[in-house]
């Protein structure tokens, strides 16, 4: 079960992916691009969910796994979210230091030594086997990558009752479901009891992944309209 969801949301996240990317190269929106960015680390930490639970975890896969699926996923997802709701201006500011993140969190994983034992097809937990930088940037990355994810909804839901409209619709819609979507990803914890920890957590992520992009449709329903967007965007 665990290898069929996992394949599942590599499939998904790597076609959703190419479309999202696609879209970006040609409408030059940033936050499609973004997006696009966060897709490919969601379906390359899923493919090395997948090749661990089918093969066996190795220090190798679980670098990429926890890398990708654990510190730079829900980051990234919420920079696609500042630049929808304020604009290019600040969102080059956050891309440029989330870039500085990355290269951390990238140093960091190269270099930390992992507990000894990492084998089978269970995943390992991040506690159990990694030293503490690693852990915290985890923490900071997708607990501030999702609060901001869940505060632009709600912003977004403020600005569409105050002044109603399609564009604003949209942008609300869109943001509630990558919310929604971030917080499946996060709640493999609730169902653990019912089909087990790693079951639960592929569970989240096949549903959550599919639930963001719902938001990243509709966010880019519009994205074929006038220049007028940029202007929106902005505001």
Not at 45 to 71: E, K, P
Not at 170 to 182: E, F, K
């Amino acid at each position: 079960m665990e290898a069929f969801l996992a394949f599942i949301a590599t499939v998904v996240a790597t076609l959703f992916a190419q479309a999202t990317l696609a879209r970006a190269t040609r409408n030059h929106s940033p936050q499609d691009g973004a997006w696009a960015f966060a897709l490919a680390t969601f379906a390359l930490g899923s493919a090395a969910l997948f090749i661990g639970v089918t093969t066996g975890w190795d220090n190798g896969t679980f670098r990429a796994f926890y890398l990708l699926g654990a510190i730079l996923s829900v980051p990234w997802l919420a920079l696609g979210t500042i630049y929808l709701i304020h604009g290019n201006k600040i969102g080059r500011r956050v891309q440029w230091c989330l870039v500085g993140f990355s290269g951390m969190a990238l140093g960091a994983m190269l270099t930390c030594a992992i507990a000894p034992g990492i084998s089978g097809s269970a995943i390992p937990v991040g506690k159990e086997v990694l030293p503490v930088l690693p852990r915290v940037l985890a923490a900071a990355g997708s607990g501030l990558g999702a609060l901001v994810i869940i505060i632009g909804a709600v912003l977004s839901a403020i600005r569409w009752m105050r002044k109603p409209g399609p564009v604003a619709r949209r942008r609300a819609v869109a943001n509630m479901l990558i919310a929604l979507g971030t917080l499946i990803l996060s709640g493999g914890g609730l169902i653990q009891g019912i089909v087990g920890k790693d079951t639960a957590f592929a569970v989240s992520l096949a549903l959550g992944i599919s639930v963001i992009y719902a938001g990243f449709l509709v966010a880019s329903g519009g994205a074929r309209e006038p220049k007028q967007g940029e202007a929106a965007t902005s505001t």
